[in-house]
Nanobody
């Protein structure tokens, strides 16, 4: 069993900052790509940012220059620093990780339960 637990969401005014964190726990052999996705009401879930085990990152165009993704491989955690937040960043943010368990050779996608981020204008 693998579990992802997010923290750090909340309410912030436009222009403010929030930091999201996600810890992966359970039966883990290795973790591949980790990322953050978000889903606003009435919209599809979309990629915000992701990072490989080697540290290569990519971002959605809408957040480039404002958000920074990072990970700590020793602690199995991924974080998302969000600066200059805008009302359109309001969404439920989900942590995602590709995890290889000790009993398999494949990586499986796991998701956190989501954390609400609300940006007021």
């Amino acid at each position: 069993q693998v579990e992802l637990v997010e923290s750090g969401g909340g309410l912030v005014q436009a222009g403010g900052s929030l930091r999201l964190s996600c810890v992966v726990s359970g039966s883990i052999f290795s973790i591949g790509v980790m990322g953050w996705y978000r889903q606003a009401p009435g919209k599809q879930r979309e990629l915000v940012a992701r990072i490989t085990s080697g540290g290569t990152t990519n971002y959605a165009d809408s957040v480039k220059g404002r958000f920074t993704i990072s990970r700590d491989n020793a602690k199995d955690t991924v974080s998302l620093q969000m600066n200059s937040l805008k009302p359109e960043d309001t969404a439920v943010y989900y942590c995602n990780a590709g995890v290889r368990r000790p009993d398999t050779f494949i990586f499986t996608d796991y998701w956190g339960q989501g954390t609400q981020v609300t940006v007021s204008s």
